[in-house]
């Protein structure tokens, strides 16, 4: 790896804008963007349409490790793809959505996303913004800037409604949001920043101020 790299590791909670910002940053410095959520996505839908049984975690994390995922690092051509068939739209629906935890609360399932995660990393050329959860602690803990986003919870479901639109009722929203936050929260702390991690509350603040300071940390120090 030459020192030009940079990677930057972005965390936060459902709705605290860090896909958006992450896309962003990583258009502004010519970098790659690695979602990894969309990771864990596209495995939840490779584990439903297998029809395992989803209280047994030895098949979920078997056909974890069989998944062929592939995902775009290019945040101006984004998409995902399962056995070569693209997924993009479908990992976003309720379905989905309303799974993820069956992969995310799997120490399995998550020690094999680990593991492509850091490889899509070290292969981005000119570097990579990555984010999700784990990204500033378990993923790249060596990343050249580790940032963790929060928003007030009022701001984050009002996000999240702007993402989804009016066809997902308020209860939904809340447990697509809240519920699967508490749920996630099981095996990874994403609400507190750890040592070393800026924490960056977006709750007042617009996207444009939000990529602007996470530009101006990653800048700081470097020549
Ligand atoms: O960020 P998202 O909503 O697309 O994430 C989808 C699911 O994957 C969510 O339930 C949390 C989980 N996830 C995770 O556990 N670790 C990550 N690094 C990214 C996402």
Redesign the pocket.
């Known amino acids: 790896m030459t020192s030009q790299r940079l990677v930057i590791a972005i ?1 936060g909670p ?1 709705g605290s804008g ?2 958006t910002t992450a896309k962003e940053v990583a258009r502004r410095l010519g970098l790659g963007y690695l ?7 596209a495995v ?1 839908l490779a584990v439903l349409d297998s029809g395992v049984a989803h209280d047994d975690p030895d098949a979920v994390a078997r056909v974890t490790r069989d998944a062929d995922v592939a995902i775009s690092l290019d945040p101006d051509d984004f998409w995902v793809r399962v056995g070569g068939r693209d997924v993009t739209g479908e ?1 976003r629906g309720a379905r989905v ?1 309303e799974n ?2 069956l ?3 799997n120490p399995d399932c ?1 020690a094999d ?1 680990v593991r492509r ?1 850091r490889a899509l990393m070290d292969a981005a050329p000119r570097g990579v913004v990555a ?5 500033t602690t ?2 790249y803990p060596d990343a050249d800037l580790r940032v963790l986003l929060t928003a007030s919870p009022e701001v984050r479901l009002a996000r999240r409604r702007g993402d989804v639109g009016a066809s997902v009722s308020a209860e939904q929203l809340r447990t697509q949001v809240l519920a ?2 508490a ?2 929260s099981k ?2 702390e ?1 609400q507190t920043a750890a040592d070393g991690v800026r924490l960056l509350d977006t709750t007042d603040l617009t996207l444009d101020d939000v990529v602007a300071t996470i530009i101006d940390l990653a800048q700081e120090g470097r020549p």
């Open positions: 965390d459902a860090k896909s979602d990894t959520g969309a990771m864990y996505r939840t990992i959505t993820a935890s992969v995310s609360t998550r996303l995660q984010e999700g959860r784990d990204i378990v993923v699967r936050d749920a996630d095996l990874v994403f």
